[in-house]
């Protein structure tokens, strides 16, 4: 059985692996990478100043952060892996199931 190198579908959930897998759990890590990044660097350039402006931006930025993690990173990471692990038995069952009806029936 051929399985999905990102989430180890089998060959039957194909379509739905690369639409889970693929496009909203990558977008979502771009996004956070991105906001982490932003995060790290302006508390590397305010480090010296004492500006409450950009104290107040970094705190935002550090809110940001922790929302997206906390809001959509994590819960759609969790979401996709037992979604994927329920589908995976799910379709291991049934191609069981399928493959003994099959082999009754060419008796």
Not at 60 to 75: G, Q, T
Request: charged share 20%.
């Amino acid at each position: 059985m051929h399985l999905c190198p990102a989430c180890s579908l089998p060959k039957v959930w194909s379509s739905l692996c690369s639409r889970v897998c693929s496009a909203s759990v990558q977008v979502i890590q771009a996004v956070f990478f991105g906001i982490c990044v932003l995060t790290d660097l302006s508390s590397l350039l305010t480090k010296g100043n004492d500006s409450q402006e950009q104290e107040r931006q970094l705190k935002k930025l550090i809110s940001l952060r922790d929302w997206v993690m906390a809001v959509l990173a994590f819960p759609v990471g969790v979401v996709s892996t037992v979604l994927i692990g329920i589908l995976g038995f799910l379709a291991e069952r049934l191609s069981h199931l399928y493959t003994e009806d099959y082999a009754e029936r060419e008796k």
